[in-house]
């Protein structure tokens, strides 16, 4: 008899069967209040949301590629898993044969999503937060904790992010706003990237899509590009390191008063310096296109270091 009662004990702990296209789902696990929660799809789409519950709930209804759904806890670790027939690797959107799934965690828990060819929105959930689709949209709000996201193709918005942040994208615009974290890193190919930040450290690597950063006080800024227009606001803390560069892009640096930096600002050949903090020149070069900028503003504490191939740079006052 005990033994038959720790069968099925387990066995509530597990699901595990062969999937029907079109089939609906209607699963409940109890979860850790502050587990972690993963969830791996191929195509569809996925809404997750946080709840004050503990317990994992999954319902809506399987694409037309499924073959099996797994759904099961080891520990503190919640599995949701839909297993396709075969891959599908055509680039779009989420597709409207793929997966449709609404799914419930504990809002302290930590999510581990990834799909394919999918969407995903996801809300309330304060664990930390772990995205990576191939093709979709994602759509987050009020997620806190170390936020990773990381998408080839589609775009990516966030609001009421808590925490350090980190995205990965070629493909796709790029709209978030992010407060008390200590680090904020961007690594995009294409793509707008449009960012409100109250981070201390913040790092933004581009090749090609124009940037509008709204940033609050920063000890470490730097800015990487190669074409495009870049607009940038700030605060410098004493002692701050400012470092942009682009090939033929154009860079804007905005200060918050008081300002107290160095300036050093370089163009390799011929790129156009632009100066509205002071009256100090652009100076020439005597023999080759090179010119260059150098003059303190107050103290000089920070230190800002700016340089472009062909592009524009400008430093100016926040208005």
Request: charged letters at 25%.
């Amino acid at each position: 008899m005990m033994k038959t009662k720790y069968v099925l004990a387990l066995l509530a702990l597990v699901t595990i069967h062969q999937a029907f296209a079109g089939e609906k789902v209607d699963k409940r696990l109890a979860a850790s209040s502050d587990g972690v929660v993963e969830i791996e799809h191929e195509s569809g789409k996925a809404v997750i949301k946080g709840w004050e519950k503990n317990e994992v709930w999954v319902s809506g209804e399987l694409g037309d590629k499924a073959e099996k759904f797994i759904f099961e806890r080891d520990g503190n670790r919640v599995l949701i898993k839909v297993k396709s027939k075969h891959k599908s690797w055509s680039f779009g959107s989420g597709s409207d044969e793929g997966d449709d799934l609404e799914i419930f965690v504990p809002s302290a828990s930590r999510l581990d999503y990834s799909a394919v060819n999918a969407d995903v929105k996801a809300f309330g959930i304060s664990g930390g937060n772990q995205l990576e689709t191939v093709n979709g949209a994602m759509d987050l709000q009020q997620l806190k904790g170390k936020l990773m996201l990381t998408t080839v193709n589609g775009s990516i918005k966030g609001k009421q992010l808590e925490g350090d942040l980190s995205i990965e994208s070629v493909n796709g615009d790029i709209d978030v706003q992010v407060s008390q974290g200590r680090e904020l890193s961007i690594e995009s190919v294409n793509g707008d990237i449009e960012v409100y930040a109250d981070a201390r450290e913040v790092h933004i690597e581009t090749v090609n899509g124009d940037s509008e950063l709204e940033l609050a006080t920063v000890d470490e800024f730097e800015l990487s590009t190669v074409n495009g227009t870049h607009k940038v606001s700030l605060t410098l803390t004493p002692g701050a390191s400012v470092e942009a560069s682009s090939v033929g892009g154009s860079i804007q640096l905005a200060f918050a008063e008081p300002l107290s930096a160095r300036f050093e600002l370089e163009g390799h050949a011929g790129g156009d310096l632009e100066n509205e903090l002071t009256k100090d020149p652009v100076q020439r070069e005597k023999y080759g296109p090179s010119r260059s900028l150098d003059f303190n503003v107050g103290k000089g504490e920070a230190e800002v270091e700016m340089s472009t191939v062909s592009g524009h740079l400008k430093v100016g006052y926040q208005k």
